[in-house]
């Protein structure tokens, strides 16, 4: 049966007037004043026990908080940048054999006298029991995301060190490893040793390493500025009587992105913050750290090796790289070309799923094994009345 929109409308007119917009305005100016004149030192001296005080990830201001910077143009001559993304086919429960399909795409773009373009993908086949789990637990959800991810950066780093300078690698989301925050430790251990000896392969041949998180929903910035506000002992903020307590709930709901936007003009980026993740605690020398950057029509959070941020030229580098992909895209808000690219080499469509499942049962039958999918999988598949 049809929606019946009529039902919904009034409730779409409810869902807006929660958003109080007249009061939300008001503190959003205020927030944003806050931003401008917020000391760091204080967010830094309060940040020694927030563990004890603070529940939230909170940037880290490397140096300011409100101020901004304009990323200088590229220098003339061109640039190479490479960028991969991952898709993969998980481990069915209907299926009667259990397997992976990993593909990571190789992307490369080159500006200059010498352009090319190079799209390509590395394809992998988890089938072996010790590949399908780890520790017992079944490598699917957050331990296949984590699997993704070093694979990623692997295959990112491969591809960036055939190219030659100046040269940017240009990675799809997040450098920090989410997946592993609530895994044990031997866990862990799995995932991010491999992970640093690919970062340790960026900073080794210096090539600036740069990640892309569009669309952020990161409120890091906006808890430093609750940091920067918060003037009482309670461990409590529910117990808070502060003077600005109201400022404070409204920050704890604002994205990092809200508070931006109109901060930054096109092309500006803010300055650099460390994150506070326990997660890069076992990277063992790889800070993470990040800016927020208005690419024109959207703020994008990019992340970075702190070694990177450290050294003017490699961040201007990749930073100017990521507003020229983008700018190259063609798209409104933009996206940077090398990571579209890098998307459409990764993706596995519902045909080639297909395909992939329907080689595995033609081989079964080829060698007279039987080939039963689960009852509840048939019925899926098939037309209901």
């Known amino acids: ?6 039902a919904i409308h009034p409730h779409i007119r409810a869902l807006v007037d929660l958003q109080r917009p007249e009061e939300r ?16 030192d204080k967010v830094r001296d309060n940040l020694e026990v927030r563990n004890k005080r603070y529940p939230w990830l909170v940037a880290n201001p490397l140096h300011s908080l409100g101020d901004t910077f304009p ?13 991969s993304d991952g898709s993969n086919i998980p481990p069915d429960r209907h299926s009667p054999v259990r397997y992976c399909i990993l593909n990571v795409s190789k992307v490369v773009l080159a500006y200059g006298e010498n352009p090319m373009a190079s799209l390509t993908s590395v394809t992998e086949m988890l089938y072996k029991e010790e590949d399908l789990s780890l520790d017992g637990k079944p490598l699917k959800g957050e331990l296949l995301g984590a699997k993704m991810a070093v694979r990623e950066l692997e295959v990112l780093l491969e591809t960036a060190l055939a190219l030659s300078a100046p040269r940017v690698a240009l990675h799809d989301g997040t450098l920090i490893l989410w997946p592993l925050q609530n895994q044990p ?6 995932f991010t040793r491999p992970f640093r000896r690919a ?33 009482t002992e309670t461990s409590e903020c529910k117990t808070c009587e502060s003077d600005h307590r109201e400022l404070c709930e409204f920050l704890g ?19 650099l913050f460390a994150t506070v993740s326990d997660v890069v605690r076992e990277y063992h020398g790889h800070d993470i750290v990040f800016c927020y950057l208005d690419v024109g029509g959207e703020i ?8 990177v941020a450290e050294g003017e030229e490699a961040l201007n580098l990749g930073l100017g790289v990521v507003l020229d992909q983008c700018a190259l895209s063609g798209d409104v808000p933009p996206y940077p070309l090398a990571l579209m690219e890098a998307h459409e080499a990764a993706v596995i469509d519902v045909a080639m799923r297909t395909v992939v499942e329907e080689l595995v049962e033609g081989e079964f039958a080829q060698r007279g094994l039987p080939y039963i999918r689960s009852g509840k999988d048939r019925s899926k598949r098939r037309r209901g009345v």
Do not use: H
């Not at 604002?254 to 003009?265: A, P």
């Not at 994008?300 to 070694?307: F, I």
């Open 253 to 271: 709901q604002l994205r990092d992105r809200e508070l931006l936007q109109g901060v930054l003009e096109p092309g500006e980026r803010t300055d």
């Open 300 to 307: 994008a959070r990019v992340e970075m090796p702190k070694w």
């Open 185 to 190: 430790d031997p866990v862990r251990d799995r």
């Open 25 to 40: 305005m008001r503190l959003l100016r205020e927030a944003r004043s806050v931003l401008q004149r917020a000391d760091p």
């Open 71 to 83: 990323v200088p143009p590229l220098p003339v001559g061109g640039y190479s940048v490479a960028a």
């Open 199 to 231: 970062l340790d392969g960026f900073r080794a041949e210096r090539i600036p390493l740069l990640s892309y998180i569009s669309y952020p929903s990161a409120r890091d910035l906006c808890n430093a500025l609750r940091v920067a506000l918060c003037d």
């Open 1 to 6: 049966m049809p929606l019946d929109l009529s």
